[in-house]
């Protein structure tokens, strides 16, 4: 459910072992589709009237790679002496289908299981190895990887209640991790977000029903219940450990390690939960040369985000959590607070409802359509606990995040030219909607829309006095001043935010653009 697109960034990955047929549209979709572009229909494996099995097995690893650079690149002066250069780890896939029949031309069944990933080195980075928290150690016998890895168990049974009417029921289970997705050659493992989803479960439930020869009828319902967590990982949880950013650590340059710094979605272990129901009905008058289509689809989501930071740092005054540093070629210069907890519960509900028809005479068929989809956002009243900062708050509703009508229209002409069937000219024109999500809640759901930060100068270096307070540093990087108190002391300068952690909103939609048609 994130991102601003594609229904919300749905997370489920398909089990391909259970698919019988992909099907593409590249262009020229019908009313029954709200976004243009590449539209994927996957029909799932009902099994049969004997019984199936399929197994795949497929590996390959660094050691099936040559490894060696390409004599273009090594000309143009690409460094080739280090064996990681961005290459391929492991890609694995396996998979298990079995299927059959309960009851013979009555009740069917399908089981599909799939254990796929891949991993790939990052060049020139290493896991940390340093034994306390404000270094960075790199292991050169421990290079970094990116390391995307995914499980679907999945069921599905088929009922031919009557000659008319079929029903299908099927069940999912998965869990994944894209870990350390968008590791570059400046993060450590543990600086850079994994996304762990699940266990979530998938659950699906259709209805087909023949009235006649020429009607046709057909609805589906799913669930999926879900929860995602953006951390970080592959850390030795070493004393005092904080998300440290350095602009030119020695030897390296920019690099950050220790954890991550906390947003409104970095959980750093709390789930968040993004379940959703889809569903459908549809309505088909099928004649051969005329062709006619009613029908409704529709969405309902949540889309809660938190963000919390639970490392703790070591102070003068005592511990706390919240707080990111900033170094300077190894030296602290900056503290960042941070007014956790973050949280919010968002909620998204989509409409979409359409007519088509098609008209075939000799050679010319003509399709056209039209769709109309209300898409609503909104976020319900939360009261969110006292952090390190700044203390309990509370956040209204908020509706029309945003609130959109449209209507689209959709047309299309194919001409056989000489009427065999084999060379047809086609022209379609159509309006299209980009999928809405709960994108826009990361930063419009009030309890998002605040100050999230603040950042204060941080003297620890041995001997340099701060000229705000008088007080040297000491080189224990160890803060030696009151964190929650916003004015200089210590070593620490001022958190000059006044709009830190209130409810004053920092980000807000103009309410022209927030609502209407089209």
């Not at 069917?108 to 299981?113: D, L, P, T």
């Not at 099927?170 to 699940?198: H, L």
């Not at 479960?201 to 023949?210: A, D, S």
């Not at 005092?240 to 979605?265: K, M």
């Amino acid at each position: 459910f994130y991102g601003g697109a594609g229904g919300q960034q749905r997370v489920y990955k398909f089990n391909t072992v259970g698919v019988a047929e992909t099907v593409i549209d590249t262009s020229s979709s019908g009313a029954d589709t709200e976004t243009g572009g590449a539209n994927i229909n996957m029909v799932p494996k009902d099994g049969g009237n004997r019984f199936t099995i399929l197994g795949s097995w497929n590996y390959t690893g660094s050691g099936l790679s040559s490894g060696v650079l390409p004599a273009d690149l090594l000309a143009r002066q690409v460094p080739g002496d280090n064996p990681s250069q961005n290459s391929m780890k492991i890609v694995y896939d396996y998979g298990l289908g079995v299927g059959g029949p309960i009851v013979k031309d009555k009740l069917w069944f399908y089981s599909a299981n799939r254990k796929w990933g891949n991993q790939a080195y990052i060049a020139g980075n290493y896991f940390n190895k340093s034994s306390n928290f404000y270094s960075y150690v790199p292991d050169l016998n421990n290079p970094t990887y990116n390391d995307q890895h995914y499980k679907d168990f999945g069921g599905r049974v088929t009922f031919q209640a009557t000659a008319k009417q079929k029903f299908t029921f099927s069940e999912n289970g998965q869990s994944a991790c894209a870990c350390w997705m968008s590791i570059t050659g400046t993060t450590a493992p543990e600086a850079t977000i994994s996304f762990i989803y699940g266990p979530e479960y998938m659950t699906q439930v259709g209805w087909t029903y023949t009235a006649t020869n020429k009607l046709l009828m057909q609805a589906g319902f799913s669930y999926l219940r879900q929860a995602v967590q953006f951390t970080g990982q592959g850390y030795d949880d070493v004393p005092n450990r904080v998300p440290i950013s350095d602009t030119n650590y020695p030897g390296i340059g920019a690099y950050s390690w220790g954890g991550l710094a906390p947003s409104v979605q970095t959980d750093n272990g709390t789930p968040q939960q993004n379940d959703n129901l889809s569903y459908r009905f549809a309505t088909s008058y099928v004649t051969g040369s005329h062709n006619a289509k009613v029908g409704v689809q529709g969405l309902w989501g949540m889309y809660d985000t938190r963000g919390n930071q639970p490392l703790t740092a070591l102070t003068s005054n005592g511990p706390i959590s919240g707080v990111s540093y900033g170094f300077v070629g190894g030296v602290p210069n900056t503290i960042t607070e941070y007014a956790t907890p973050l949280m919010s519960n968002g909620r998204i509900n989509s409409l979409g409802i359409y007519a088509s028809d098609q008209w075939t005479t000799k050679r010319l068929t003509l399709t056209y359509g039209a769709r109309f989809d209300h898409f609503n956002a909104s976020t319900l009243p939360i009261t969110i606990p006292a952090g390190p900062f700044i203390g309990a708050r509370s956040f209204a509703a908020a509706n029309n995040i945003p609130n959109y009508n449209d209507i689209t229209p959709r047309l299309g002409v194919v001409y056989d030219v000489f009427g065999d069937g084999k060379t047809a000219i086609k022209a379609s024109w159509g309006r299209y909607l980009i999928g809405l999500g709960g994108g826009s809640l990361t930063t419009l759901a009030p309890a998002n829309a605040v100050s999230t930060s603040v950042t204060r100068q941080w003297i620890d270096a041995a001997g340099v006095v701060n000229p705000a307070t008088g007080a040297a540093g000491n080189g224990n990087f160890i803060p030696d001043c009151n964190l929650t108190n916003p004015a200089a002391n210590g070593e620490c300068g001022v958190a000059n935010n006044p709009a830190f952690g209130t409810s004053i909103l920092t980000t807000s939609w103009n309410p022209a653009a927030a609502s209407g048609w089209g």
